[in-house]
């Protein structure tokens, strides 16, 4: 499609294209924006040291693109939160944030409360357990909202090596895009086909955006926020960034499974309510796996349930903090 085409040789970039950190500082200061990093995490005591270092002193001390960084933790049960606040990083628990709402587990809560918790007009996104982390994981991702100031949404991509258990191969990673998102995409999404990584973990975002967009809190918030990205401000408001490559420790297939099944939920929602697709009787929310034994095979199951925040806008707590109409 030549829209799409188009589209990529306009909204893709490489991370080098921001290399000058000096000038990126410049433009943030000429646009007025404060930028906040959230690092969601539960478990990541190996590797969150190391994010919380480079990106301080690189992207806060020597060069001040980054007005704060911050630790949202779903519960960790090592040493996570002593690590990273140890090495200068706010550190914050989901379930302390908007204590009069109920708390819930998932990634995608831990996003959606830094909505509310951090203070910048953009807010970038970065998974705490990449093991190559590197400043252009920011800064590759914020480079095209200071210049670019009609973009809206920026995903980052790169090459996926498949790692477990330490061993790495040179490729195998993304599995669950290439199985399942970019098929699904293809039928009932193609304008978003373009989107090299659309369950990358890494995005820059505003909050004006943000704050309009529903939030599932577990595994298919990356998924839902395409589809109402897009369906909100439309294909140009996204652009991906080429972050070269991304290490970390894979998920066992059975895992993946349970991602899928979870993301699977979240696109037939979308789908449905944009008429894209009809159901008949609503779909089952529990994922079974047969497993063997030793009396045989049986059955797993597991219940997956894909619950969703409505946007921040619609909360009056919210909109008192950051001076919003209220919109329920």
């Not at 819930?104 to 007009?121: P, V």
């Not at 420790?249 to 991602?259: F, P, Y």
Request: overall charge neutral.
């Amino acid at each position: 499609m030549k829209k799409i085409d188009n589209w990529i040789q306009r909204n893709t970039f490489h991370h080098s294209q921001f290399w000058n950190l000096e000038k990126l500082v410049v433009a943030k200061r000429e646009a007025d924006l404060t930028i906040s990093l959230c690092l969601p995490t539960l478990n990541e005591e190996e590797t969150i040291g190391k994010e919380v270092v480079i990106f301080r002193s690189e992207l806060i001390e020597r060069y001040p693109l980054l007005d704060e960084i911050a630790v949202i933790d779903s519960g960790s049960d090592d040493n996570t939160l002593e690590v990273a606040k140890n090495f200068g990083a706010d550190v914050y628990e989901a379930d302390n944030i908007m204590p009069d709402i109920k708390p819930k587990k998932g990634k995608g809560e831990n996003l959606w409360k830094a909505i509310y918790q951090l203070k910048g007009d953009i807010i970038v996104y970065v998974d705490a357990d990449i093991s190559n982390i590197h400043p252009r994981f920011v800064y590759g991702l914020i480079g095209p909202l200071i210049y670019r100031p009609k973009i809206q949404y920026v995903k980052a991509f790169y090459k996926r090596p498949l790692s477990v258990s330490g061993k790495e191969s040179k490729s195998g990673g993304g599995r669950v895009t290439e199985i399942l998102i970019r098929p699904l995409l293809s039928l009932f999404f193609p304008h978003l086909t373009g989107i090299i990584q659309p369950l990358s973990g890494e995005y820059a975002v505003r909050r004006k955006v943000l704050e309009n967009i529903y939030f599932p809190v577990g595994y298919g918030v990356e998924t839902s926020h395409l589809i109402d990205v897009y369906n909100k401000f439309g294909l140009d408001a996204f652009a991906q960034t080429d972050l070269e490559k991304r290490i970390h420790e894979n998920k066992s297939t059975k895992e993946l499974g349970k991602m899928a099944f979870g993301i699977l939920q979240t696109f037939i929602k979308r789908a449905k309510t944009l008429n894209r697709l009809k159901l008949k009787k609503e779909f089952e929310t529990i994922l079974r796996q047969t497993q063997r034994g030793e009396d045989g095979y049986r059955q797993k199951e597991i219940p997956i349930i894909e619950e969703e925040r409505p946007p921040m806008i619609e909360n009056e707590a919210y909109c008192e903090k950051f001076d919003r109409s209220l919109n329920s």
